[in-house]
């Protein structure tokens, strides 16, 4: 009589000689997959350490140390979907030196190294050397989607424009006492009045206070980038003693004489002389672009500039006013509710 099917034995042992196989096999078949990732992700980061060098055969003096997971796409043609960091410099030989931290179908992969010597693995695990891009003042900043240029005063580095990246909370928020919300403006805003200094170029972002220190702390980093924070009050006490010809070399004590109005020529240094009536000998180009108030409704765009500080006390906060009638800088504190310009210093 022909047998049919299995015993019951025999299917367990069927089951067990299934067991064995598979536990002997998928190790092998995911350390295959774990290998052959690392494999195609080492090849990757060779690539883009291979675009780094045919831009410096291009352009001999590019600075590949302003390369980031930002910029590698515009400058390199190379997606940025994938990179969670990219930290590129050069090794004491002068060759490029990559560190490049993964995302998406690279996640939880870093590599870093050389063209030649480059290594590659679990980011928790991998010792790459700490390398860290490093930055002149006077060079440009990327910044969502902005390039900003900064200038060195005395011994701080400044934005030499206002901050204008917006986050969706920012820029959705409703303007109220929440103190959250942020509004875009340009120098069409300006009033037709041939008083008033409106022909600048920039877009213009106004920020309630809390709006731009983005839950963050005195001296935070709030919406700038990284390694860049928003000035403290003590932060533009020392710019504006620095700038003016009265206080350049004041002690602190001195030039907290007056709380309200500072120096002798402070504004009239700090404000542009393009693009409105100062002498911008420092270059950090003030332009007149005006604030909001508790409402928010436009005041003063064409006659003065405000900026926050990230110093508060209770629902205030410090700010810096420049006026197109007055050479000096005021310093008041004032309700987080309104909106002001923001200028971004390196820490």
Known sequence: MKKQGFTLIELLAVIAILGIILAITVPSIVGLIEKTTR???LLDAKMVIKSINNKLLEDNKFDISLLDEVNIEGELNISKDNYQEVIVTKNSQGKPYL???????????????????????KSNEIECEEIEASFVCGTPVLHGGYEYKTVLIGEQCWFKENLRYTNNDCLNNSWSNNANACMIHTKDDCPSSSSNYCDWPDVVVLYQWKAVMNEDVEGGQGLCPKDWHIPTDDDWKILEAFVDSDFKDSKEEEWNKNDYYRGKDAGKNLKSSLYWNGSDIFGFDARPVGFRNASGALSNVGLNSDWWSSSSIDLNAWKRDIYSGYDGVYRFLYLQTFGRAVRCIKD
């Open 39 to 41: 494999e195609a992700f």
């Open 99 to 121: 560190k490049i931290i993964g995302k998406n179908k690279w996640a939880g992969l870093t590599a870093c190294g050389t063209y030649n010597k480059m290594k590659v693995g």
